[in-house]
């Protein structure tokens, strides 16, 4: 299964014609909660013919502020209403001293935020009712850290029973900035906890800097790290293409998608004859 | 384990440098790669404004337009999880401040919540009310369409380009704004006092056009006549047709 994250861009085209077929959606609640009108309408066509992953932006796990309850349950009612069936977020924080900033900030890699993390996973996990995934996100600087990266995303899920949502390419672009093995950082990852991958592309800002935009095609490197994963993994499970900004024409986003299909069959396949 | 002290100060000062660019130093960062983060939020904030208000945007300058905004996002906590409903705090938060440059443009709150009103109407959550397509306009109750707002303005900033309107152009200015049932598209009627009162008895309950022109006419102390029902009717006809009143009450 290879789903799209479903854009306003694109969406009437994609109900319209055949040229994209995604196996499931994926939206960010906060886009559609308490909107009517056109876009309900389409959005609730999109329903009937997609399944639903919901993956979250503001819900600020990583903040030092208090958990907002009331965002939750409407969270909850939204999930229930599209019948959806994942809800991920992200191991970051969007918003601190009780302003929302709509972007992913990196968490300082210490033991009290893993512990702090961890808790809020339970709590959320307790009101919605449900196990969500968690993202490990991509990041330009580290902050104040005292332990590895790798270790900082372990003792969470070592805490807490949530599933993990591996987006490849951000592991991808915090290699390459933070200048680590991708492959070893993967491997160093509890892989029974992945429920659920991410793919996207980035922009290289410099010869020491990538920024994840998800507004360019996936590029090799980051097709071989998938590879590695799905083999890696040794199992099938749904696989996003993520594509926000400078959306192409839809048939290059089926290539995009056709592509990974092929790369996990193959990942797979082969994987089961190494097993036999 | 509860968060230290230590990492909220942290956490703290990174997302303040991220609303106001004034830097207070983390241990451990990569200062070069973490002016990143101010670049990256900040042009959300810019492109989510800059595309809610193409009007008020296309009216101030460059330098006074970025002025509204970083003063907006440095002392504002934007309160909502959900970015899109950033220009509604935006412009609250202007008009709570009374910022210097709207004695220059004394027209330019009402700009910008004339364009927050119509994203708002376009994206509101549906409201269901019940009515009837067909009906007899002389006799039956009319339903006024939920998905409607009513408006005064100063400034005849839906009537007028913004960068002709003036002081003298300010008196009293009404309209409503409604939302299309089938295509969700909005739509902006100008109104005159009285029909505009008709429309406001109507959002109280459905009510038949005599019983409208009757009340509104005693209201404004006028004698009501066959005349005045007939303005009336063709006033309903035409809100039947432009889906203001989508209908007739089901009996
Ligand atoms: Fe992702």
Same mark, same amino acid.
């Given at each position: 299964m290879v789903g799209i994250g479903f854009r306003k861009d694109f969406a009437a085209e994609l109900l319209q014609s055949n040229t994209l077929s995604p196996s499931f959606i994926e939206v960010a609640? $906060?886009?559609?909660?308490?909107v009517g009108g056109y876009w309900k309408k389409l959005f609730y066509k999109a329903l009937e013919k997609y399944p639903l992953y919901t993956h979250g932006l503001s819900l600020s796990i990583g903040s030092p502020d208090e958990l907002d309850y009331d965002f939750l349950k409407k969270v909850k009612l939204f999930l229930t209403e599209t019948n959806a069936e994942i809800y991920s977020e992200h191991l970051s924080y969007a918003k601190c001293d009780n302003a929302h900033l709509y972007d992913l900030l990196p968490i300082p890699f210490t033991q009290d935020a893993a512990m702090h993390v961890a808790k809020r996973i339970e709590m959320i996990q307790n009101v919605l009712d449900r196990k969500i995934a968690i993202e490990i996100v991509s990041y330009y600087s580290p902050v104040a850290p005292e332990i590895t990266e790798i270790d900082f995303i372990n003792l969470i899920l070592k805490q807490t029973d949530c599933d993990l949502l591996l987006d490849v390419n951000n592991v991808y672009v915090n290699s390459f900035n933070h200048q680590y093995d991708a492959?070893?950082?993967?491997?160093?990852?509890?892989? $029974?906890r992945?429920?659920?991958?991410?793919m996207a592309g980035h922009l290289q800002l410099s010869d020491t800097l990538i920024i994840d935009t998800h507004g360019e095609a996936i590029i090799d490197p980051v097709f071989d790290l998938f590879e590695h994963t799905i083999k890696k993994l040794g199992r099938d499970?749904?696989?996003?293409?993520?594509r926000d900004f400078n959306i192409p024409e839809l048939e290059e986003l089926q290539l995009e998608i056709d592509r990974?299909?092929?790369?996990?069959?193959?990942?797979? %396949? %082969? $994987?089961?004859?190494?097993?036999? | 384990m509860p968060l230290l002290e230590s990492t909220y100060r942290n956490q703290s000062a990174l997302a303040s440098y991220c609303r106001t660019g004034n830097y207070r130093p983390i241990k451990g960062i990569n200062k070069k790669n973490i002016t990143q983060y101010r670049r990256l939020v900040f042009s959300i904030v810019d492109d989510m404004l800059t595309s809610?208000?193409?009007?008020? &945007?296309g009216l101030v300058s460059n330098r006074e337009w970025a002025s509204l905004t970083k003063d907006f996002f440095s002392n504002h906590p934007c309160s909502s999880p959900q970015v899109w409903h950033m220009p509604k705090e935006f412009y609250h938060y202007l008009s709570t401040i009374r910022h210097p440059l709207l004695a220059k443009y004394p027209f330019l709150l009402e700009l910008l919540w004339f364009e927050w009103l119509e994203i708002d109407l376009y994206m509101m959550a549906d409201k269901i009310v019940p009515y009837n397509s067909i009906g007899d306009i002389s006799t039956d109750a009319l339903v006024l369409n939920p998905e409607s707002h009513f408006q005064h303005f100063n400034y005849p900033v839906h009537l007028k380009n913004a960068?002709?309107?003036?002081?003298?152009?300010?008196?009293? &200015? &009404?309209?409503?704004?409604h939302r299309l049932p089938e295509t969700g598209s909005v739509s902006f009627t100008n109104l005159s006092p009285a029909l505009l009162r008709m429309l406001e008895i109507l959002a109280n309950q459905p009510c038949t056009v005599t019983a409208l022109s009757q009340q509104v006419c005693s209201e404004l102390g006028i004698t009501y006549t066959d005349d005045i029902l007939k303005t009336t009717t063709g006033f309903i006809q035409e809100s039947l047709q432009s889906q203001l009143i989508i209908g007739f009450a089901p009996n």
């Open positions: 609640p $906060e886009n559609w909660i308490g492959k070893q950082f993967i491997n160093a990852l509890p892989l $029974e992945v429920s659920y991958i991410h499970i749904p696989v996003l293409l993520e990974l299909q092929t790369i996990k069959q193959d990942a797979l %396949k %082969k $994987e089961n004859y190494a097993a036999a | 809610a208000f193409p009007l008020a &945007y960068k002709k309107i003036t002081k003298a152009d300010h008196s009293n &200015y &009404y309209l409503t704004i």
